[in-house]
């Protein structure tokens, strides 16, 4: 039979494994969003090209650290951050789109 600390503990690591994910995807979304939002203000000066590839980058790597620090606990609080995160560009895309 399975000792329930086995269990627990690989619970643990699925929970963190899973912050990981959507601390990459939560801190990519972010970096997205503030390259567009800095490409409005800045205007047709701006380089988009670079850095969005760059703060991207910066935001996925950011969201992977934040993950490790906050451990399995970071799950919940990560996950609804990448879902709205997710939803706020997929209506930006919207509004846009059908403008």
Do not use: H
Not at 4 to 33: C, H, K, M, N
Not at 64 to 84: H, N, S, T, W, Y
């Amino acid at each position: 039979m399975d000792d329930p600390g086995d269990i627990e503990d690989a619970a643990s690591r699925q929970r963190q494994r899973y912050a990981t994910a959507f601390g990459w995807v939560a801190g990519g979304a972010l970096g997205l969003l503030t390259n567009w939002g800095l490409s409005l203000a800045v205007g047709d000066s701006y380089p988009v090209t670079w850095t969005t590839f760059a703060l991207f980058l910066v935001g996925a790597f950011g969201g992977m650290a934040l993950a490790d620090r906050l451990g399995p606990k970071g799950f919940q609080p990560l996950g609804i951050a990448a879902g709205v995160l997710l939803a706020v560009i997929v209506s930006l895309v919207l509004a846009l789109a059908l403008t």
